[in-house]
């Protein structure tokens, strides 16, 4: 099925206590509140990699990292037609992608759990192939850049487009030792 723009809603947002410093406060944690969805959706545009999460025919899981584009509300990653990605995702579509980063006591960690939908109408896909060139730069416009050509491998076919609204968002935030579990539920 070819997708047309999704629609973005805006989310339920609470706080899951049970994996936040507001059940187990340590000093300076005792007002540990959270994350609202605009701050989420700041770092969603900056992250610089995804790790989107598929599942093959058999049940396994395959996970792979990806650059994404958050716009208009939506996560788009694109992969080739014949990657493990895409066939997982021609039999389920339900997927999750996931970026933030590695320290224990600093930073903001996303998951953002969706069906990928592939993109057929024209005018969406060159909207998301201007943010992309937006966010990377000359990582895709340069011809030294690391994905240079991935806006005309789209518009080609030879790069499939799949755009993931999300269903459910999960955020895992981390301040000197402060923690925040929040759930965004679509």
């Known amino acids: 099925m070819s997708m047309q723009r999704p629609v973005a809603e805006q989310p339920t947002t609470e706080l899951d206590a049970r994996y936040s410093s507001a059940l187990n406060p340590r000093p300076g944690a005792g007002d540990v509140t959270a994350t609202e ?8 545009e900056a992250a610089e990699i995804f790790w989107v999460s598929t599942v093959r025919p058999d049940g396994r899981p395959h996970i792979t990292p990806v650059i994404a584009a958050w716009h208009d509300g939506v996560l788009y990653f694109s992969t080739g037609p014949g990657e493990q990605k895409a066939r997982n995702l021609s039999h389920d579509a339900h ?3 996931l970026t933030g980063g590695n320290a224990l006591t600093e930073g903001f960690d996303l998951v953002v759990e969706g069906e990928a939908e592939p993109v057929g109408d024209p005018a969406v896909r ?15 416009t340069s011809p030294d ?16 487009l799949f755009a993931v609204a999300p269903a459910t968002a999960y955020g ?3 301040d000197d030792g402060v923690y925040s579990h929040t759930r965004w539920v679509f």
């Open 37 to 44: 969805w605009a701050e989420a959706e700041r770092h969603l």
């Open 95 to 97: 997927c999750a992608l």
């Open 126 to 140: 060159e909207e998301v192939i201007a943010a992309y060139e937006a966010k990377s730069g000359p990582h895709i």
């Open 145 to 160: 850049g690391t994905f240079h050509g991935i806006g005309d491998a789209i518009r080609r076919g030879d790069a499939v």
């Open 172 to 174: 895992f935030g981390r």
